[in-house]
């Protein structure tokens, strides 16, 4: 199948379902994970499809958002060694917020038993997970809670977030780049995503390298407002010494 043959029909199944993923695309089209990416982009320059987390969906459609299950399965292997590297930035002592979002998940999972540190966040997984963690002080900030996300928003978790200054944030994003900054889906996720920035001393992004270049309905900052990013090695060198040009150091995992 020539490369256009294998593009409209990659654009008829995501119209047809509504997303399409890079590995079922692989499998049903016989091709890599990789050429199915290159088939995305070239789609999503062409504006018939948009770019989200680890597929496409039709063009228009910003305020798709996959459910928490979906999100935890995707890109896993980078998503772990996101994590891993983003140990080195935790204070030995002090106070951190940790954001909302299945990679930041992954680094409470692999907190040390031996840290002793104030943490901070408004997720209802991270909490559960670290409620029983020896060495921490854990704070539940709380509010209405998203079903999709399990995460508090509105003018509770707002108000939380205006009353301490953190550490360091580790922030998820839905996608990031130089031209339209820090997006995600939701508004009211969005408010909360940047009272948690404005409430810390240093703030780095985990978010692999699928998000790059992605944009989505809400914006809540500007890659300036980060201070370091934490990826995964699929970013390319190019993009990685633009975001870097803008003023945000890049660790690619």
Known sequence: MYAAERQQEILRLARDGGRVDVVSLAEELQVTAETIRRDLKALDRAGLLRRVHGGAIPAGRLDFEPDLTERESTAADEK???????????????????????????????????????????????????????????HLVGGRVRHRTRAAVDAWALRAYGEIRADVLFVAANGFSTAHGLTTPDLAEAAVKRAAVAAARRVVLLADSDKHGQEHFARFGDLEDVDLLITDSALSSEGAAAIERAGTEVVRA
């Open 80 to 138: 772990d060694r996101i994590a891993k590297a983003a140990l080195a930035e935790l204070p030995v002592e002090g106070s951190v917020i940790l954001d909302a979002g299945t990679t930041v998940a992954r680094l409470a999972a692999a907190l040390p038993l031996d840290s002793e540190l104030t943490v901070v966040t408004h997720s209802l997984p991270i909490a559960a997970r670290l409620a029983d963690h020896p060495g921490l002080q854990l």
